[in-house]
């Protein structure tokens, strides 16, 4: 990404590893992940370890290992949560249990997350410091199960009214934590003290927030051929974004039951998707959505100020605004 284009090398470096040690692997388990990954991606949580490392003084080599292990995590979570959501499409092409069936895309997930972990511990660091990375990824990977297991609870509940506060509850664990646990990471390598440590996180955690909420409203409003997803298809999975839940609290009965019915029934039919984004943007809630993400922005933005200037600051500070005007 041009955003970030003085720390292509190292993402280079990342992408190569990743590809290298995982072809090492039994290709009857791990062959099709090589592939997967290769498909793209912002890669943007590696970029911000890359860059937080930087702007505390770190270097960004003594990061590309650590970022290894988050951007496969990242993966896993991606080829598991097409299975529990049943999507069809990943970054533009079909999810891995549309091309290789259920059975292996889940053991290939569960054979991507038992890869990353041993390659954590056996990072070349200091003992001190390896634990305490560890318990660093440990605690951001359980927030993000959690997150997501709160997630499928509401569709196994049909619960749909849900506050605004049970939803950020939810997302900061699902997604947040692993772009907090990014920005967290880079900054504990490069050697930071305990304040910018937390004020990294911080900001990660709220451009994290703001990611996903963008997301959602792409997914309602964006363009196939830039979003790479299928448009609609939270509302084929019966998500409740942030979007759904301002909806259900300010519109009438009548709308709020056909929006219901239609995220309830998980129909893919044309006709009931544009009914309910027609109903979403009748009472304003795409935009508010996008509001509450472009706030967000500006919170992540202000906890950088702890920062001494450099060009990894005015990036993170450029990767902020880019999370609620992109396109894809």
Not at 1 to 11: E, G, Q, V, W
Not at 37 to 63: D, F, Q
Not at 85 to 90: A, C, E, I, K
Request: charge should be negative; aromatic fraction near 8%.
């Amino acid at each position: 990404m041009a955003l970030y284009s003085h720390i292509k090398p190292y993402l280079n470096d990342i992408e190569s590893i990743m590809q290298l040690e995982l072809r090492r692997e039994d290709e009857r388990i791990y062959g099709m992940l090589p592939a997967f990954l290769k498909r793209g991606g912002k890669r943007i949580r590696p970029a911000l370890a890359l860059l937080s490392c930087g702007a505390v003084g770190g270097h960004y080599t003594s990061v590309i290992e650590p970022a290894v292990v988050l951007e496969l995590f990242h993966n896993f979570t991606l080829i598991h949560d097409d299975i529990e959501d049943n999507s069809q499409f990943r970054r533009g092409e079909p999810a891995l249990h549309i091309t290789h069936g259920l059975p292996i895309a889940l053991n290939s997930g569960d054979a991507l997350y038992t890869f990353l972990w041993k390659k954590l511990i056996n990072l070349h660091l200091e003992s001190s410091e390896l634990v305490e990375l560890q318990k660093l990824c440990a605690d951001s990977f359980k927030c993000v199960v959690d997150g997501q297991g709160v997630e499928l609870s509401w569709a196994k509940e049909s619960k749909f009214h849900i506050t605004e506060k049970e939803y950020y509850e939810m997302i900061n664990g699902k997604t947040s934590a692993l772009i907090g646990l990014a920005c967290e990471m880079g900054a504990f390598i490069g050697g930071a003290g305990e304040p910018e440590r937390i004020a990294l996180r911080e900001y990660g955690k709220r451009i994290g927030t703001a990611f996903q909420i963008q997301d959602d409203v792409l997914n309602l409003t964006g363009d196939f051929e830039k979003y790479k997803k299928e448009i609609g298809g939270d509302i084929s999975e019966g998500k409740r974004t942030l979007i759904v839940v301002h909806f259900l609290s300010k519109a009438n009965n009548t709308d709020k039951n056909k929006l219901i019915s239609i995220l309830s029934s998980h129909s893919t039919k044309k006709a009931d998707i544009d009914l309910a984004i027609q109903l979403l943007g009748k009472h304003g809630s795409i935009e508010y959505a996008h509001h509450h993400a472009c706030t967000l922005v500006e919170e992540a933005k202000s906890y950088l100020e702890i920062l001494s200037p450099s060009k990894d600051k005015d990036t993170l500070i450029a990767v902020a605004d880019y999370v609620v005007n992109r396109e894809s």
